[in-house]
Nanobody, 129 residues
Framework: QVQLVESGGGLVQAGGSLRLSCVAS????????MGWFRQAPGQEREFAAA?????????YYADSVKGRFTISRDNAKNTVYLQMNSLKSEDTAVYYC?????????????????????WGQGTLVTVSS
């Protein structure tokens, strides 16, 4: 089982950009689909983006971030990234990285928390308007 550590959160003005990183420990990183979820204050955790196991060619996004966020993975570095552009105040949330073996990106979007193999501790993104 992998362990996940996120980084890259911070304070940014609306319209700005941030890149989040999630580093996985252990072997077989390429066999895991990786996703980013987020939880805003007082709200439930929601799906943001995912990349399927293997390469970065299979991706899926929530409608709220489509066209602004890009997820990618570097299997040589055991790392998944979330490039966030054109940030809005409503993107303010704690962002969590998650992993699940051998699934496609769209499949991850429909899974509940208990169905995922691993979660990171989260990184806070604050977008000021």
């Amino acid at each position: 089982q992998v362990q996940l550590v996120e980084s890259g959160g911070g304070l940014v003005q609306a319209g700005g950009s941030l890149r989040l990183s999630c580093v996985a420990s252990g072997r077989s990183f390429a066999t895991y689909a990786m996703g980013w979820f987020r939880q805003a204050p007082g709200q439930e955790r929601e799906f943001a983006a995912a990349v399927g196991w293997g390469s970065s060619s299979n991706t899926y996004y929530a409608d709220s971030v489509k066209g602004r966020f890009t997820i990618s993975r570097d299997n040589a570095k055991n790392t998944v990234y979330l490039q966030m552009n054109s940030l809005k105040s409503e993107d303010t949330a704690v962002y969590y990285c998650a992993a699940r073996k051998f699934i496609a990106a769209q499949t991850m979007s429909g899974l509940n928390s208990n169905a995922l193999d691993a979660w990171g501790q989260g990184t806070l993104v604050t977008v000021s308007s």
